[in-house]
């Protein structure tokens, strides 16, 4: 008897229904976006600072990294005219590996800034754009990085690690 594959259920933060019911031409919520943008800047001070980051300070910095790339590469919504989102990729990504090898979450002085910039460039964002466009970067965002989890890259992404 053959056993079936188990294929590993994600849990999403929005589905479709959400998208088509979300504003197309208001912000997002006051409430959605001060829970998501406070979480995120608690996430960059505990890296930053904190006695001792957890894995989740660096997944709320990375998702809000991570949906300015989808804003920017994917949606074509905004531009990084400065580079800024690549180095921020990378300073996460240095982070993740500093806390495989040496057990702690920490951003270098230029990743701090990399960070800190792109997170103002994203939170300045969500404020702006509509809702609709919000939630379905949301989406796009997460069946991108779920594509990482099973295995398919595209040539720039980065190494996905397990924190």
């Known amino acids: 008897m053959s056993r079936r594959k188990h294929t590993p259920v994600h849990l999403y933060t929005y589905n479709m229904v959400d998208e088509l019911l979300a504003s197309p031409t208001e912000p997002m919520p006051e409430a959605k976006r001060t829970l998501q943008l406070s979480r995120m800047w608690e996430g960059l001070v505990a890296m930053e ?15 809000a990294v991570n949906l300015l790339e989808t804003l ?10 400065t580079g800024l989102l690549q180095d921020a990729i990378a300073a996460l990504a240095h982070a993740g590996q ?6 702690t979450i920490r951003l270098d002085g230029p ?18 754009l509509p809702a609709r466009t919000v939630v379905r ?9 779920y594509a990482l989890y099973s295995g398919k890259r595209r040539p720039h ?4 690690i397990s924190l």
């Open 49 to 63: 600072t904190g006695a001792q980051p957890k894995p989740i300070d660096w997944r709320y910095c990375s998702d």
């Open 111 to 128: 990743g701090m800034r990399a960070v800190r910039m792109v997170l103002e460039s994203y939170a300045d964002l969500i404020e702006q």
């Open 157 to 160: 992404d980065v190494e996905v």
């Open 98 to 103: 500093r806390h495989r090898t040496h057990g």
């Open 72 to 81: 920017v590469r994917e949606m074509h919504v905004a531009e990084d005219t």
């Open 137 to 145: 970067a949301h989406r796009l965002t997460e069946k991108r990085i």
